[in-house]
C-alpha cells in the first residue's frame, strides 16, 4: 500500500470509535521504489493530512530501516510550489 494512498483510507465497519487514520500493523514490509510524479505529488500536498503521513512512517519505522526522516512540519513552500 502506498502511504498516499493510506492518508486516505478509513474504516467504515461498524462501531468503530475513530475509523480514521487507519493502524499500520506490517507483517512484511516491501519497498519498491516508484517513479517521482511532481505534479501528482503538487497536487496532493494541500490535500494530505502531513501528521498521518509522519504517524504512518513511524509505525513503519521498526520494521524498515530505509525510511527517511521527514521534518516535523511540511514546509509553507512546499505546499505553495
Request: net charge negative; with cysteine; glycine share 2%.
Amino acid at each position: 500500500m502506498r502511504l498516499l494512498t493510506h492518508n486516505y483510507l478509513q474504516s467504515n465497519v461498524r462501531g468503530t470509535d475513530k475509523g480514521y487514520p487507519l493502524l499500520i500493523e506490517p507483517e512484511e514490509v516491501v519497498v519498491e521504489e516508484s517513479p517521482l510524479d511532481k505534479e501528482l505529488l503538487t497536487n496532493l500536498l494541500p490535500k494530505l493530512n502531513y501528521n498521518v503521513l509522519l504517524a504512518a512512517l513511524q509505525q513503519l519505522r521498526s520494521h524498515c530501516q530505509d525510511i527517511p526522516d521527514l521534518p516535523a512540519e511540511l514546509p509553507a513552500q512546499q505546499i505553495n510550489d
